[in-house]
């Protein structure tokens, strides 16, 4: 079936298949090689859209990425907004209805697939045009790792929508032998639909490739529908073409409004007419080719008005295909509702408009020069150059490693771009070192015709008396030239401030057709060169890039990585309720049928206060610490002694910033006189190492001494709990656990099954307690003869929420919880951890700043709450009644918050730990603490609340 | 009482593995001892101790005997042995390199090996490696300490053609890269059964 | 994505770096001896020079290894990475 703007033949889509679509619930079709837009011109449709502030008409106004008109919100296959009728390529069952502006995300979760691929090579090409082909085979035949990228359904760029000859045949055909002897080298990576959409520093470049959309329900569903490609290029080529820029009049903006040069690509590679009778308007030579091409097509073309006094060498060709030109003329405005009908069209002199008259049309074709696509190159910071013969922005000098070619270069000729494609590329290869091919041909372009100066016009006066307010400058912002006059009256004159006032260049399209017209209008408003005006930055993306292309895999369940312990089967198994700690996931509490997190703990925490229990504490962070000077390593960076530590033994200790902040704690083990096992907390590990490293790299370099990270190395199992001697006894009969032969802060090396396993005697609860050490290979097993073992003292296995309730009660904090970076271990109460014989430590000589001194510092200690029911939120502040027993006039003096609150099994009630200001000058005195609305009053006390003789930790 | 059962992180991953592609063939290695190994200044003395010449050139890796000698660092290497016990392959090395005012860590469970083979290899792995793994400049020999997805690793490069190649990654990340490789091959398979 | 020299393992993507600020600030010789504000100068402050910069740099996700690097931070190029061992590690 051919529709009704249909051209009978030409054009690459396939006419032999038809695919069915809907757009604003209509049903239509068109081909395989459609856009939607082409599709929708086919069918005689212009208006796509209303416009997002006024609700003005809008239609298709350029063929590609250009186009300011027609944003689409898509329907089916998945929901997704604003996208350009011109860059969705129409597929089978695809629905969807023009936008106002705005779009609608989808409510639904997106199956696709979206991914990611780093690639690597010595010649990126960007655009596959006459100059972008030329490169890559310049760059492909040296033997050179080659890219090459353009964001169309295949290749060619502006030779697709022309009827250009290379080597007295087609260019297309030249188009497909270029693209058959890329495919055919091995280093050679070509890419259709795919949009280098930023570059970056040393040669990155982003490029965003649409893989699957364009099959339609045949989409494979196991192939990431878009893929951003990281490109990393030793050289880049950018090729990119250039923007045909329209020129500003009076209701400029009526649909069948169009670009020359889209009117064009429309015909030759679409088949599709995009009017019957046209007028064009120019200011340049190249529209004479959409002229001429739509009138060979059967168009009628009722005037070429081109602005030029002397209008151009092209005239009589016109005339001579029954076109009539209007020299010195311009259209000063439009008539129509949802399609233009008439253009006026009024002579032209010396900047000055004459009177109008109507010519008939439903198509308007409008060509203001061209915009070299500079993207690329101004986003790697490359300065631009106004040039004032073509009216437009170019590149305004050599960058390293990057180079523009053909048009986005300022060349509009066919030979010159193929030339100047494959002098960059050489260029490339030679600061690359690499020779180029000894045959290196490129076909020969027709000598092209010297065409007649372009004028640069910005905007025709406005003689419609409507002051400007329906000239539009960016079509999608709904802005205008009264908008730009009203910025400049405001005061503005930087670009960039009128681009903010106005919104112009901030839409969707990113002002690649208003940009340079409101940088000519600013520099002519304000009487300045528009070299002086400048252009906004451009930033990437060149084009919108969804949100699901940047996360690419990194979705679900590869969000962020999930570290497990070696038992984590077991975990899971056992109905483990998880917590994340950092990266990892560790069990928070094993809940029993019916029981929640409060009973599960209560009954965990009972348990090991009264029996025994047993932890995965495999994720604590370990480092081997070896060598001679391990002993002077660890004095200066722990508070504490470590050098008198016995082999054998074991020592609690604390480490501080600089600053003389706690930033870790942990015990260490002497495994040898010159060999140490440091453990820190879970989160603390790779910062622990880290600061090591540091020191021992930057500071003392002497020191013979290595770190090694060991947290995998090691699973960790604390047996704790009056009965734990029994158990870990039994399992590890070789060892004398008594408390005489194996005391408090020992460790011991033995085997089970001839397996090395550690047995340390370290607490983290003041209950009798062992930590068992064994290759994770092992760990299931190991940990399995334990339960085994503990089963006659019902052993019950515990999570991370019973280990901080069971530590808390005994007062003992959790660096990076109760503390935050400001707290000195004299602040924990832990002045007993800080050495006063070691010369120095890292931290020791800001104990002793003033502001360190101060008594009010923020204290560690506990807190009771009076009603014995309330457990505070953890964060909670704490404030203290005036002498009148009332609450002092706010703001209201905050004495410190709760860092850890939990209900004890042992006391029977809630209580918390708190850092308060002159806290342990405090103890007995009641202070409060707002709780959804009420003051609770609490006690204060010390921050050992059960066994504070510390009576239980032999058993 | 019986032999202690030994148990890895990606047993779970096995039958996936075994369902890839030939063009992607993923299996875990595990139960191979290693040390990381410390040594300033490295002579013919160690070479003899340690019966390996430690490679010195950044980003490479050796053979050693059944195992390997990785350059970690300007002073530091992974030896992997898949014949000796952990505590063995210490007690040897660290035998061999303490009076040289060197050191010698167990890292056996540290780490996971994957022996990743196949033609689409390079293309699994470049999805979330950004490093050039082009064989130009990733043959036999070459080793990078980088990322893979979000996990840390380390890459061996075992062939010249690009289409063999071990991972090292830590224990803990393991089961993240298994799904990771798993969903960036999913694109190879033939039959791609999620 | 920029690309930083490792002076051992090559370029590598900046992700694969931790920052570690100023260059050549030792640790004081004899922190006793310091006034508060002379200690304080060594913990709190460093220089926020615009242009050339002397700071170290950690391969942290490849050899671990630090570094010194001058760098501009108006326009954040390298001008060039040293080890810490390297002679001509004195900031020019
Ligand atoms: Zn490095």
Same mark, same amino acid.
């Given at each position: 079936m051919t529709s009704s703007s249909r051209t009978p033949e030409g054009g690459r889509v396939d006419r032999a298949t038809t695919v069915e679509f809907t757009f604003d619930g209509q049903t239509l079709t068109g081909h395989p090689g459609d856009t939607l837009a082409s599709a929708l011109l086919a069918n005689g449709r212009h208006q796509v859209a209303t416009s997002i502030k006024l609700g003005r008409p809008r239609g298709i106004a350029a063929a590609w990425a250009e186009d300011p008109g027609g944003l689409v919100q898509i329907e089916e296959p998945f929901p997704e907004p604003m996208l350009l009728a011109t860059t969705v390529e129409l597929a089978d069952g695809l629905a969807a209805s023009g936008l106002p502006g705005q779009g609608r995300l989808a @409510? =639904? *979760? @997106?199956s696709a697939r979206y991914d990611a691929v780093h690639h690597h090579v010595d010649v990126l090409v960007v655009g596959a045009g006459p100059a972008g082909l030329a490169a890559a085979l310049t760059a492909a035949r040296s033997g050179a790792r080659v890219a090459l990228v353009d964001e169309q359904s295949e290749a060619g760029g502006s030779l697709l929508g022309g009827t250009d000859r290379l080597d007295d045949a087609p260019a297309l055909q030249w188009v497909a032998a270029a693209v058959a002897e890329l495919a055919a080298a091995p280093e050679v990576l070509h890419l259709q639909r795919t949009t280098a959409f930023g570059s970056y520093d040393d040669g990155f470049v982003l490029a965003l490739e649409r893989r699957t959309d364009h099959l339609g329900a045949a989409a494979p569903k196991h192939v990431s529908r878009q893929r951003v490609w990281r490109l990393r290029a030793r050289s880049i080529v950018v090729a990119t073409g250039a923007h045909e820029r329209p020129v500003v009049f009076a209701d400029n903006d009526r649909p069948g409004t169009m670009l020359a040069g889209a009117a064009r690509t429309f015909l030759h590679r679409y088949g599709v007419l995009p009017g019957r009778e046209a007028v064009v308007f120019t200011t340049n030579d190249s529209a004479y080719d959409a002229a001429l091409d739509l009138s060979r097509a059967g =168009? +009628?073309?009722q005037a070429v008005v081109d602005a030029r006094p002397e209008g151009s060498p092209r005239r009589a060709e016109c005339e001579r295909a029954g076109i009539r030109v209007l020299s010195g003329a311009v259209v000063t405005g439009t008539r129509g509702v949802e399609r233009v009908t008439h253009a006026l069209v009024a002579p032209f002199a010396d900047g000055e408009v004459g009177a109008s008259s109507a010519i008939a049309c439903d198509l308007l074709l409008v060509s203001g020069g061209w915009n070299p696509a500079v993207h690329l190159f101004s986003q790697s910071r490359g300065r631009l150059r106004y040039d004032e013969g073509l009216g437009a922005f170019v590149p305004g000098e050599e960058l390293d490693g990057l180079a523009v070619a053909g048009s986005a270069a300022g060349l509009f000729d066919l030979a010159g771009c193929l030339a100047d494609g494959q002098r960059v590329a050489r260029a490339a290869l030679a600061a690359l070192g690499v020779a180029p091919a000894a045959d290196d041909r490129l076909p020969t372009a027709p000598e092209p015709v010297v065409p007649a100066a372009p004028l640069v016009l910005w905007r025709v006066p406005d003689t419609s008396g409507a002051e400007g307010t329906t000239s539009f400058v960016d079509l999608q912002r709904d802005a205008t030239v009264a908008d730009v006059a009203r910025a400049i009256g405001a005061g503005l004159r930087s670009i960039e401030h009128v681009k903010r006032y106005t919104t112009i260049g901030t839409a969707h399209d990113q002002g690649k057709t208003s940009g340079v017209l409101t940088s000519g209008i600013v520099a002519e408003l304000l009487g300045v060169p528009v070299q002086d005006t400048g252009t906004t930055t451009f930033r990437p993306p060149y084009t919108p890039v969804a949100f699901a292309a940047l996360a690419g895999r990194d979705r679900g369940r590869l969000f962020d990585p999930e570290r497990v312990t070696a038992l984590h089967d077991w975990h899971v198994a056992a109905g483990a309720v998880f917590e994340d700690v950092g990266q990892w996931k560790r069990p928070r509490h094993y809940p +029993? *049928?019916?029981?929640?997190m409060e009973a599960a703990v209560l009954r965990e925490c009972a348990a090991v206060r009264t029996g025994v229990g047993i932890l995965d504490g495999s994720t604590l962070g370990k480092i081997d610490v070896q060598g001679p000077d391990a002993a002077v390593l660890l004095d200066r960076l722990y508070t504490n002694l470590m050098s008198s530590l016995k082999v054998g033994s074991v020592r609690y200790g604390v480490m501080c910033g600089v600053d003389g902040m706690v930033i870790d704690d942990g015990t260490v083990l002497r495994l040898a006189e010159d060999r140490f096992l440091v453990l820190t907390t879970t989160g603390g590990a790779a910062k622990v190492l880290d600061w090591m490293e540091e020191w021992v790299q &930057?500071?003392?370099?002497?020191? +013979?001494v290595h770190c090694t990270s060991v947290t995998e190395q090691w699973v960790t199992f604390p047996v704790v709990g009056p009965r734990s001697r029994d158990v870990v006894g039994a399992v590890f009969p070789g060892v004398d656990v008594s408390a005489e032969a194996f005391p408090f802060m020992t460790w011991r090396d033995t085997t089970l099954e001839g397996v090395p396993v550690r047995l340390a005697r370290i607490s983290f609860s003041g209950e009798l307690a062992f930590e068992v050490y064994v290759n994770p290979w092992y760990a299931v097993a190991v940990w399995e003869r334990l339960l085994e073992a503990g089963r006659p003292y019902g052993i019950t296995p515990y999570g991370t929420e019973t280990m901080h309730v069971l530590r808390a009660e005994k007062g003992y904090p959790i660096i990076g919880q109760d503390t935050d970076g400001t707290v000195t271990p004299h602040d924990l109460g832990m002045a007993w951890a800080v050495s006063k014989k070691k010369p120095d430590f890292i931290g020791k000589r800001s104990f002793s700043r003033q502001a360190n001194q101060d008594p009010l510092r923020k204290q560690l200690v506990g807190l009771l709450p009076v009603d014995r029911q309330t457990v505070l939120p953890e964060g909670s502040q704490i404030v203290e009644f005036a002498a009148d027993g009332e609450l002092p006039p706010p703001p209201v003096p905050m004495l410190g918050h709760v860092t850890s609150s939990y209900r004890s099994a042992e006391l029977a009630r809630p209580f918390a730990l708190a850092l308060v200001k002159g806290g342990r000058e405090r103890i007995g005195e009641t202070v409060h603490v707002p709780v959804h609305g009420t003051l609770v009053p609490v006690e204060v006390t010390g921050s050992v609340l059960v066994d504070p003789e510390g009576a239980r930790r032999d058993g | 009482m019986a032999e202690l059962l030994r148990t890895h992180p990606l047993e779970a991953w096995t039958a996936a593995f075994e369902r890839l592609p030939d063009t992607v063939r993923i299996a875990a290695e595990p139960y191979v001892a290693m040390v990381d190994v410390r040594l300033g200044t490295v002579g013919p003395g160690a070479s003899t101790a340690l019966? =390996? @010449?430690?490679? &010195?050139? *950044?980003?490479t890796w050796v053979p050693a005997g059944a195992g390997r000698a990785v350059w970690l660092g300007p002073d530091e290497w992974l030896l992997t042995s898949p014949t000796e016990a952990p505590e063995e392959l210490e007690g040897r090395v660290r035998a061999a390199v303490v009076g040289l005012g060197g050191s010698a860590t167990d890292v056996s469970a540290q780490r996971i090996g994957l022996r990743l083979a196949g033609a689409r290899v390079r293309d699994v792995l470049a999805r979330g490696c950004s490093i050039d793994l082009h064989p130009r400049v990733f043959g036999r020999g070459s080793s990078a300490q980088t990322t893979l997805g979000q996990a840390g690793v380390v890459l061996l490069a075992l062939s010249d053609a690009g289409d063999d190649v071990a991972v090292l990654v830590r224990s803990s990340f393991a089961g993240y890269l298994a799904d990771w490789l798993l969903d960036a091959a999913l694109e190879f398979t033939t039959t791609p059964d999620r | 994505m920029q690309l930083i020299a490792c002076p051992w393992c090559g370029p590598r993507e900046e992700v694969e770096f931790s920052y570690g600020g100023q260059a050549h600030v030792p640790y004081p010789d004899s922190p006793a001896e310091l006034s508060d504000e002379q200690w304080a100068h060594y913990v709190f402050h460093r220089d926020n020079t615009r242009g050339r910069f002397a700071e170290r740099w950690n391969h942290s996700a490849g050899c671990r290894r630090w570094f010194n690097a001058i760098r501009d931070t108006a326009t954040y190029r390298f001008e060039r990475v040293y080890r810490l061992d390297d002679p001509k590690s004195v900031t020019p």
């Open positions: @409510d =639904v *979760p @997106d =168009v +009628r073309v +029993r *049928p019916g029981e929640d &930057t500071e003392w370099p002497d020191l +013979r | 019966g =390996v @010449d430690l490679p &010195t050139a *950044p980003n | -």
